[in-house]
């Protein structure tokens, strides 16, 4: 990729919009889940925002960190979970290729889980991803917009840090 990405840094209350909007959403489906997932890092804190808007407990799986291993476990506790008809609500801040929706959907499916107790919200849903998120606050087309979405917790990276993180997927830039 040539050049630099466009950052576009998210308003606190874009994010806040983002969040209600989730919670609307969830507020108004006959589908009520029994637990919110957090997914770090992303998915953390629009987790906890709309945990607190809910009053629906959030549980959290570190996916960002790359230590092999390290969510298994947590994965495996999750598959139990929606086997025995908890419904699980995974949180994450934006569903743009769709690989960590897939991945930690095949996870909990691998360890035995209902996939039909397991959903998706994110703040952000690009129409090409290759996963489903069920919810979305917001959706594009990575076909037509070429963003780097920088959240407002990630504002507080060096401009240089956020740059290098997109030119890391310049299939989504270019």
């Known amino acids: 990729m040539t050049g ?3 950052l576009f840094y998210i308003p606190y209350e874009q994010f806040l919009d983002g969040v ?6 969830l507020d108004t489906d006959h589908w009520k ?3 919110l997932v957090g997914i770090g890092r992303g998915g953390l804190v629009p987790a906890a925002y709309l945990s607190h808007r809910t009053g629906i407990a959030m549980l959290s799986v570190d996916h960002s960190s790359g230590e092999p291993g390290f969510a298994d476990e947590l994965l495996v506790k999750l598959a139990a979970k929606s086997k ?3 419904r699980i609500l995974i949180v994450d801040d934006i ?5 960590t929706i897939d991945h930690l959907r095949a996870k909990i499916e691998a360890h035995g889980g209902a996939a039909d107790e397991v959903r998706v919200a ?3 849903n690009n129409v090409r991803s290759k996963a489903n998120a069920e919810y979305a606050a917001e959706t594009i ?3 037509t917009d070429k963003r780097w979405f920088v959240f407002p917790w ?5 401009r240089e840090t956020l740059t290098e993180e997109a030119q890391e997927v310049p299939e989504r830039l270019a």
């Open 84 to 86: 025995d008809g908890r």
């Open 95 to 99: 569903n743009d290729s769709g690989t």
């Open 4 to 6: 630099e990405p466009e």
């Open 20 to 25: 209600e909007a989730l919670a609307q959403r």
């Open 33 to 35: 889940p029994d637990f």
């Open 154 to 158: 990630e504002a507080v990276a060096p």
């Open 122 to 124: 994110v703040l952000i």
């Open 141 to 143: 087309d990575r076909e």
